[in-house]
């Protein structure tokens, strides 16, 4: 998995708890990306980073932020989670060419908000 | 959506045979990336073929790409049982250059 590991790996929650994941490279990548897997849905973009302290929001960003103190380390976290962000989240990192390269993912973390 | 939808959403063939998947999209791209996921574990990259290629091949893998039907397919030959997983499509669109769009995948099974 190309150096990524992600925590937990497993979570069972409840709602309007806070929850964090966290996804760690040893590439050194510059770029790095935070998806959530759903049935029907595909891979949906949450938020990425294309450096230390520099985010920005993807196609499904409400109700989470993002934090990138490291290059090695982001951050997702769930500020009061909902049954609607139970899912499959993955993390991915890419070299310095973001989408103009592969993306390498991450094992997942299987979120249950109940 | 601008996301790519694949076609067939699920395909079941005997080992040997070829499988084709196809990928369609509704706007100008960048690149477009094919990627494999077996179940219960994260992507894996498998070929980016670039708006201005027609077709690229690595190993058993070939991918098309027809940017005037705004549509790609991967074509897998001499298919194995180690071949079952999802296969997903994902685009680059133009002027977003920084976001992955993928599709909600094919789901390939080849029996042995």
């Known amino acids: 998995d190309a150096g990524i590991t992600q925590s937990p790996r497993h979570k069972v929650t409840e709602t309007g708890t806070p929850v964090t994941l966290r996804c760690h490279q040893t590439?050194?990548?510059?770029?790095m990306y935070w998806y959530r897997q759903d049935p029907g849905h595909g891979l949906r973009l949450i938020h990425y980073?294309?450096?230390?302290?520099?985010?920005d929001k993807g196609e499904v960003s409400d109700g989470y932020s993002v934090s990138r103190s490291k290059t090695e380390d982001f951050l997702l976290t769930l500020e009061s989670a909902t049954s609607s962000q139970t899912s499959v989240y993955f993390c991915?990192?890419?070299?310095?060419?973001?989408?103009?390269?592969?993306?390498?993912f991450g094992p997942g973390t299987r979120l249950l908000v109940l | 959506s601008q996301q790519g939808e694949e076609d067939p959403q699920a395909l079941s063939i005997q080992e040997g045979e070829n499988a084709t998947m196809n990928c369609s999209y509704k706007t100008s791209i960048n690149n477009l990336q094919w990627y494999r996921q077996n179940s219960g574990r994260g992507l894996v990259h498998l070929i980016l073929?670039?708006?201005?290629?027609r077709e690229k091949h690595s190993g058993r893998l070939r991918v098309t790409l027809d940017t005037s039907k705004k549509s790609s397919s991967l074509l897998i030959t001499a298919s194995r049982a180690a071949d079952t997983a999802s296969y997903f499509c994902a685009t680059v669109f133009s002027g977003s250059a920084r976001q992955l769009t993928f599709g909600s995948g094919t789901q390939l099974t080849v029996l042995p």
């Open positions: 991915a990192i890419s070299e310095q060419g973001g989408t103009k390269e592969t993306q390498y």
């Open positions: 980073s294309y450096g230390v302290k520099d985010t």
């Open positions: 590439e050194n990548h510059r770029y």
């Open positions: 073929i670039r708006s201005n290629e």
